[in-house]
């Protein structure tokens, strides 16, 4: 689906994107991470020609960019970023609409659409449609951020540090939203982040960067078993804690029911929160529950196994 092929990217003397080289397949959510400066945002902008690169080729199912209408292209991919960049004259139903306009969808399909997605995001329909950006909270604008990129259902968003203003419960609910709407869509996705546990907890694929030069990139759990001193650095001493985002409970219960016991946990919560809540318990065994009923047991050493499986 995209392709950067020996991409470099320059401002003045300064190399802002090293010689990368990189294949995204269709569908794919990749997280880029690294210390401010190494070249994350840059290589978003040139996928989508807000600036061009100086070296190598990028290209779009098998197409290079620079064959592409420079506008259409731009229209064709979403872009997110952690401003929002909504317009303030425009009420929610007008900033989602800007691009299905200039595609010229009838009203009613436009109308249709806006709808759809301030649904699809999470927000009740009647309330926020006519609402204007400074009404909204920065994780409800942050929503209607998404379901802009979505408007034009494109194959392709990209997502500059979306979710980075915004305080941390609301920031986990856009990470938990944003997870559900991509398992149903499966688009193509590459997001931009400084936190390792963001990147951990949504990844299909993890892109490390340093100083402009690709250091990893590879699914979440083998980047967890690195040899580059570089990528073992900049995930810190909780590397193994962090990769529990991505399992949920119920994928590792056990199902043999014998009593309710005293602590409790949701089947859908994820292993991390799982684990802490273990931890201030003190308990090595919770009882899962879905809907109010009981379904199974979650044990500490099978938390444990996960580890040393790895």
């Not at 690294?34 to 199912?61: F, H, P, Q, W, Y």
């Not at 936190?195 to 590879?218: N, P, R, T, V, Y």
């Not at 799982?274 to 047991?297: C, D, F, R």
Request: proline share 2%.
């Amino acid at each position: 689906m995209i392709a950067l092929r020996n991409v470099t990217k320059k401002f003045e003397t300064q190399v802002a994107v090293d010689n990368l080289s990189m294949e995204l397949q269709t569908g794919e959510l990749c997280m880029f991470v690294g210390e401010s400066g190494c070249g994350k945002s840059t290589t978003l902008r040139m996928i989508n020609r807000l600036i061009d690169a100086d070296e190598g080729v990028i290209e779009i199912n098998g197409k290079n960019i620079y064959d592409y209408n420079e506008v259409e292209l731009r229209r064709s991919i979403g872009y997110v970023v952690q401003n929002t960049g909504l317009f303030p004259h425009m009420n929610v139903r007008e900033n989602i609409s800007i691009v299905p306009r200039l595609l010229k969808w009838n009203e009613n399909k436009i109308l249709d659409r806006a709808k759809e997605l301030i649904d699809l995001v999470g927000l009740e329909v009647e309330s926020y449609i006519n609402k204007y950006p400074s009404e909204l909270s920065g994780g409800e604008a942050q929503r209607i951020g998404v379901a802009r990129a979505l408007a034009a259902d494109p194959d392709i968003i990209l997502m500059d540090e979306p979710f980075g203003a915004v305080d941390p419960l609301n920031r986990a609910n856009l990470q938990n939203e944003f997870m559900k709407i991509q398992k149903q869509l499966k688009k193509t996705v590459i997001f931009v982040t400084h936190d390792i546990d963001e990147a951990m907890k949504m990844g299909d694929k993890i892109a490390i960067m340093s100083k402009g030069k690709l250091e990893q990139f590879e699914s979440p759990e083998t980047i967890l078993l690195s040899n580059n001193n570089f990528v073992r650095s900049f995930l810190g001493k909780e590397t193994y804690i962090k990769i529990l985002n991505r399992f949920q409970v119920r994928e590792y219960m056990k199902k043999d029911i014998k009593k309710e016991l005293c602590y409790k946990v949701n089947v859908d919560e994820n292993l991390r929160d799982a684990l802490a809540e273990m931890i201030e318990y003190g308990t090595e065994a919770m009882s899962v529950v879905e809907n109010g009923k009981i379904k199974g047991t979650l044990w500490l050493n099978d938390i444990v196994n996960i580890f040393q499986k790895g």
